[in-house]
């Protein structure tokens, strides 16, 4: 049973850079998987960030692209966003996330705990 | 972007009822439908995946059906576990979209 850790800092600054890592334990992040980051904050529900393969491709939000970077460390076997130019539309519950790719579907079936992070000064 | 909008946005019932949540796309998304189930301070729980597949360990109170545009999540009898917030999802294209939300409450 894979897990997943968010960790970061809970407060960024407006304009400053938010930077969170998703641990992955019970499994390894380098097989068939894609790994999202996931945010939710009360005016907008759910919104996809980005995603990442161990292979280093990713995708992105185009609302969130020009601000958006997701890396993944095999060796450390996590993963991490890195989101600029923030403002406080950005202050949501960040989730990490596995996805399941099936040849007719996709869908996160492991998730993380979720943390908040508050942009404010 | 595909745009999901789900109705109603709150819904109050009773243990026992059966409920019916509607989710539309606003484009064809085929069977790409997901349906989440998420209680306060707690991360989303896949239930439904590929519009109608159960997911492993959900009760089988627990049912989705739909093709196309127009999807279902069917509980037949509510139980007291169920009462949280219910999300679709597509996966059919990029950027994955989810919709605003249904909110369970017990009457």
């Known amino acids: 049973q894979v897990q997943l850790q968010e960790s970061g800092p809970g407060l960024v600054k407006p304009s400053g850079t938010l930077s969170l890592t998703c641990a992955v334990s019970g499994g390894s992040i380098s097989i068939s998987n894609w790994w999202s980051w996931v945010r939710q904050s009360p005016g907008k529900g759910l919104e996809w960030v980005g995603e990442i393969y161990h292979s280093g491709n990713t995708n992105y939000n185009p609302s969130l692209q020009s601000r958006v970077t997701i890396s993944v460390d095999k060796s450390k076997n996590q993963f991490s966003l890195k989101l600029t130019s923030l403002t406080a539309a950005d202050t949501a519950v960040y989730y990490c996330a596995r996805e399941e790719r099936l040849p007719a579907c996709a869908y996160f079936d492991s998730w993380g705990q979720g943390t908040l992070v508050t942009v404010s000064s | 972007d595909i745009q999901m909008t789900q109705s109603p946005s709150s819904l109050s019932a009773s243990v026992g009822d059966r409920v019916t949540i509607t989710c539309r796309a606003s484009?064809?998304?085929?069977?790409?439908l997901n349906w989440y189930q998420q209680k306060p301070g707690k991360a989303p729980k896949v239930l439904i995946y590929a519009a109608s597949t159960l997911q492993s360990g959900v009760p089988s109170r627990f049912s989705g059906s739909g093709s196309g545009t127009d999807f279902s999540l069917i509980i037949s009898s509510l139980q007291p576990e169920d009462f949280a917030s219910y999300y679709c999802?597509?996966?059919?294209?990029?950027?994955?979209?989810f919709g605003q939300g249904t909110k369970l409450e017990i009457k």
């Open positions: 999802q597509q996966s059919y294209s990029t950027p994955q979209t």
């Open positions: 484009q064809n998304i085929d069977r790409y």
